[in-house]
């Protein structure tokens, strides 16, 4: 089986959406050809014609008919019209989608994250696509290793982790590599950018990209794939990486191609 995994980042419909950033994305994303995309950042807005789901529209755009989609955020959040949240797209059809609420961090309003899980039934086999969006505040490290801990004893009693299993954990980790909680997650996975390319930085947050600023924190790689043992991995690069004509995101996607015998 070969299976071609995509993550990013949208950053919701800030930054000029829809004056050439949906475009710019949705381009982007299906030059690509992927077969599964696991975007972060995804809303739901009111938009004078309706109710606009950028879940949807990305599913359309790129051609992935097969959608799931969890909210975040805090409980008044969520109610409202702003569905941020996580998005799975894929080319063969979902099963056994579920979601999971994560330790929250001692922030005000509290940001209430998820992971999603979703089986994807490929012609072939079965595999499992985790997504993950962890703490973004700098200071937050205990937290996202909380969350990691919690990702990782859920999912492993699926088989994420175990020789032979076929799936992929990705998504927005917002920690670099030194931190404990990517440290944490190699204990039980791989990770799919440093095993390929041991000197490169691979970083996904570019203080050269304009929506970017105002944040004070330099270049740093905070997107990630985690595959299991036994999946090969072919290639893995960086994406959507330069304005075309705009930037399409404030982060860079990762594309990796895997193979299981």
């Known amino acids: ?45 009111p938009r004078r014609e309706g ?7 990305a599913s359309e755009a790129i051609g992935l008919e097969h959608v799931a989609f969890a909210a975040h955020g805090w409980p008044e959040q969520q109610a409202t ?16 989608v579920s979601s999971v609420r994560l330790p929250t961090a ?3 309003p509290p940001d ?5 899980r979703c089986r994807v039934v490929h012609p072939e086999t079965e595999f499992d696509v985790v997504n993950a969006h962890l703490a973004w505040r700098p200071e937050e490290e205990a937290t996202r290793l909380l969350q990691a801990e919690l990702i990782l004893d859920l999912f492993t009693l699926r088989g994420l982790g175990r020789q032979g299993h076929h ?14 909680v990517v440290r944490r997650m190699c204990q039980s996975l791989r990770d799919a950018w440093r095993e390929l390319h041991p000197d490169e930085p691979g970083y996904t947050w570019l203080r050269s990209n304009p929506y970017t600023e105002g944040w004070d924190m330099p270049d740093r790689r905070l997107d990630y794939v985690f595959v299991p043992p036994g999946a090969e991995l072919r ?9 075309d004509p705009v930037w399409p995101s404030d982060h860079c996607a990762i594309v990796v191609d895997l193979h299981w015998d």
């Open 81 to 96: 019209w702003r569905q941020d949240g996580l998005a799975v797209l894929a080319r063969w059809p979902l099963q056994q």
């Open 1 to 45: 089986m070969d299976l071609r995994v995509v993550t990013l980042n949208l950053q919701g419909v800030a930054n000029g959406w829809f004056d050439g950033r949906a475009a710019a994305a949705f381009d982007g994303l299906r030059r690509l050809e992927p077969d599964v995309v696991c975007l972060q950042e995804v809303t739901i807005v």
């Open 51 to 57: 109710m606009y789901d950028q879940t949807r529209a």
């Open 235 to 243: 290639d893995v690069r960086l994406a959507l990486d330069r304005p």
């Open 167 to 180: 799936g992929v954990l990705a998504g927005d980790i917002n920690a670099v590599e030194t931190e404990p």
């Open 112 to 116: 209430g994250r998820v992971a999603l």
């Open 106 to 108: 001692p922030s005000d």
